[in-house]
């Protein structure tokens, strides 16, 4: 732990590399919140607001209700995959959702709505990265290309009826298991067991689709109500 100023170093512990990111926080929480009480005691102040600041990685919603209770307000960026992430999202994509922020955030665009996250009241706000983007559009052309080349040679393998429809099937999910493959790579698999046939195609529309609804996103989730969207995405990008 270092201070925002000069990275001065506060506090540090060792830990097992082994453990999930959500044990080793939960069993930090009772040492922060006692280190934060003499801070504030030191300081001879009332107790201060405190909001701890995660990744994706994180993600909890019994470590959300541990931070309640232990005084902490939580932001984090929610995976992508969960439901509320996908309900953001598609706020997001409607026409005049995402609008500029000001000051030194103005070439950053964000939604903002508030909804439950399974049984927990936050603040969503979907925020654009630019760096984000292209970092995933150059993964997903990597992947695309070894995709292809796998794809390939499972035509060869059905036009020489060298291969069982259930392992081509295996096949052709591992090859589009990653870079949300699957969601624009259209593939149809027909015929029988002994004797299948593999049709499969890049959409091009839905690839766009993907880039507009999806890529360079993500989803910040705060109980920080009242928090203006520029500062919430500016905590974000402080985390460290």
């Known amino acids: 732990l270092v201070s925002e100023t000069g990275h001065v170093p506060l506090l ?21 919140r006692a280190l934060h009480q003499s801070l504030d005691e030191g300081e001879g102040r009332q107790r201060a607001q405190r909001t701890l600041v995660r990744d994706g990685g994180f993600w909890s919603p019994q470590l959300e209700l541990d931070l309640d209770v232990a005084g902490y307000y939580s932001l984090i960026s929610l995976p992508l995959g969960h439901k509320a992430s996908e309900q953001a999202l598609q706020m997001a994509a409607r026409r005049g959702a995402m609008t500029a922020l000001s000051g030194k955030l103005s070439q950053v665009r964000a939604a903002r709505m508030r909804s439950a996250v399974g049984e927990l009241d936050r603040t969503l706000v979907v925020v654009e990265s630019e760096e984000l983007l292209e970092g995933q559009k150059r993964g997903i052309a990597a992947a695309l290309r070894k995709a292809k080349l796998e794809l390939g040679k499972l035509e060869r393998l059905v036009e020489a ?80």
Do not use: M
């Not at 540090?12 to 922060?32: E, H, I, K, P, W």
């Not at 096949?171 to 790579?185: G, Q």
């Open 161 to 240: 009826a060298r291969i069982s429809r259930s392992r081509l099937e295996q096949r052709v999910n591992t090859a589009l298991a990653r870079e949300h493959l699957s969601s624009f790579v259209v593939t149809k698999i027909s015929g029988d067991e002994n004797a299948p046939r593999l049709r499969w195609h890049v959409d091009a529309a839905l690839r766009r689709t993907l880039e507009r609804t999806r890529l360079g996103k993500r989803v910040l989730c705060t109980d920080r109500h009242n928090w203006s969207t520029g500062r919430i995405v500016h905590a974000f990008r402080g985390q460290w």
């Open 12 to 32: 540090y512990r060792t830990y097992a590399g082994n453990s999930s990111d959500q044990a080793v926080l939960t069993a930090c929480l009772d040492g922060l």
